[in-house]
């Protein structure tokens, strides 16, 4: 998930505004480490050898080679990795251009029991307390615009926030069917229960559209000339399955706004496809189309955050047992990533020779990563230095893993006359 605005335009940098970043990293990195729990020495060099490696992060044994890690002994071997398997939904604020950055705001892991679609509303909700709490916003100011990748139910995540300040935005299937707001009457003029849906508006079939609400026909860079479409006021037909399936009374009627996408061309020679968009907001006069489909193309920013956290920062590669484990690693990494974001404007375009030159506003975060370690002389270090003590202890394995119930039962298997018949065999072994 993705918040669209709250991270301000990237420009060249003087050398004044160098000096205010400088001080915003040194408050950023004394606050991160007042915040730390218990070891918070270790677990702040841990951040700083995560940001001065000049490799991507392969396993934790190897961050104490860059001797900025050296408070604890690690006692792993670091050979075996896996991959955990707990799913998050991360919220982040968006660019308002094309950019390799982005501003994580909040972290969530899904438990297995947990419904997404409640957890990632509850998410929600938090971050507009803290949002409102802060200054970033306030009663009177426009609603917050959260874009949504495709995993999300759009439909059920609009009626659990409606009454909330925010307008959702997200992409759903091309095979979808909506229906328009349903006539005052039967159709056959009968007297009786007036119907809950009209007309069916099928994504797949143009012959079931009727004329849009609003048309806006734009140009981009990488996809030539694009067209867009909304019509207002449809919903779909909700049935008590899935996450409806506990839903008390009866079932309601959520509308919203239908965004159509067209564009010339795709990126290599692909077949461009039709694109289809869901917004909250029922409303058509209340749609910039152009706005809605430029930030929805925004939302791919934070795939490359994730990349890089994955095969730069090393997100996946701890091997942690338990959930609170594999939360305070990612907490980590989002403090490591908000100081390469703070950071991007103190350090020049250290690139390989390979590599094409990029100007100050348009350097990503591994080239800032490089020059992190001439930052952090200048930045400083809130963390105490390490006490001269013995050797830690002899790297031994870790204990084995509990089993995982599979939900089959363990009982064994036994035929009748088994055990007779093996106490007979061992018998006639002994006499001979």
Known sequence: MAVRPSVPGVSVVVESDR???????????????????????????LC????????????????????????????????????????????????????????PLDLVRLRPTD????????????LLQRLTAAGQWCAGDPPVLIVCDAGYDLVRLTWLLREEPVRLLGRVRADRV???????????????????????????????????????????????????????????KLERRSSWADHTGGLPIVAGTVVHVTVDHLPHSRTPQPLWLWFSCPDPAACDLELL?????????????????KQ???????????GEQADRWAWLLIAVYTQLR?????????????????????????????????????????????????PGPRAVPPPPRPAT?????????????AAERSKQIKQVKNQA
Do not use: N
Request: with cysteine.
């Open 19 to 45: 000096v205010v970043c400088l001080d915003r990293l040194i408050g950023f990195r004394s606050e991160l480490y007042r915040c730390l729990p218990r070891r918070g020495d270790a677990l702040f060099e």
């Open 48 to 103: 700083d050898a995560v940001l001065c490696s000049d490799g991507p992060v392969v396993s934790l044994p190897e961050l104490s080679l860059t001797g900025l890690h050296c408070h604890r002994s690690c006692r792993c071997d670091g050979t075996r990795q896996t991959i955990p398997g707990w799913p998050y939904s991360v919220i982040a604020a968006l660019g308002r251009g094309r950019t390799s950055w982005t501003a």
């Open 115 to 126: 419904d997404p679609t409640e957890v990632t509303a509850t998410q929600i909700r938090d």
């Open 178 to 236: 909506m229906y328009t707001p349903a006539p005052a009457g039967r159709r056959d003029g009968k007297p009786g229960r007036p119907p809950r849906h009209g007309a069916q508006f099928r994504f797949a079939d143009p012959a079931s559209w009727h004329l849009p609400d609003q048309t806006a026909t734009g140009s981009h860079t990488r996809f030539g000339t694009v067209i867009a479409r909304c019509w207002g006021g449809l919903h779909p």
């Open 293 to 309: 489909w430029r930030t929805y193309l925004r939302r791919f920013d934070l795939e490359h955050v994730f990349r890089f956290w």
């Open 312 to 322: 730069t920062l090393g997100l996946t590669r701890p091997r942690v047992r338990s």
């Open 342 to 390: 703070l950071a991007r404007h103190l350090t020049d375009d250290l690139r390989h020779p390979w590599e094409k030159p990029l100007t100050p506003d348009r350097l990503i975060p591994a080239r800032v990563r490089r020059g992190f370690r001439r930052i952090r002389r200048a930045a400083g270090i809130p963390a105490s230095a390490p006490k001269p003590a013995r």
């Open 405 to 417: 119930p599979s939900g089959r039962s363990s009982a064994k298997r036994t035929c009748p006359g």
